[in-house]
């Protein structure tokens, strides 16, 4: 059974940072694609971020371009996304989905929330 599961949500003020995690079980992480997303009542779902398999490549929404990173480690089989300068915007629970660096798929987590408010 295909499962992802994300950590590292939570409260913080504007401006502020987290870190998210995303691993995954049931399939081979390291050979695939994973992208992050998040969802809200405000704004529906959003694609926020990807990176393919290697690591090598990353893609970014303009929404969050400069502001957060993607990254992964091979030998944890983790996939993180870095995010600083938080805005209340950036308020909805986020999640990982396997398969694409463009667009979430339908394999993906239960997600992780994440608030920003002063």
């Known amino acids: 059974e295909v499962q992802l599961v994300e950590s590292g949500g939570g409260s913080v003020q504007p401006g502020g940072s987290l870190r998210l995690s995303c691993t995954g079980s049931g399939f081979t992480f390291n050979d695939f694609a994973i992208s992050w997303a998040r969802q809200s009542p405000e704004k529906g779902l959003e694609w926020v971020s990807g990176?393919?398999?290697?690591?090598?490549?990353?893609e970014y929404a303009d929404s969050v371009k400069g502001r957060f990173t993607i990254s992964r480690d091979h030998a944890n089989r983790i996939v993180y996304l870095q995010m600083n300068s938080l805005k209340t915007d950036d308020t909805a629970m986020y999640f990982c989905s396997k398969g694409s660096m463009y667009r979430v798929t339908d394999a993906r987590g239960r997600g992780t929330q994440v608030a920003v408010s002063s």
């Open positions: 990176i393919d398999a290697s690591g090598r490549l990353t």
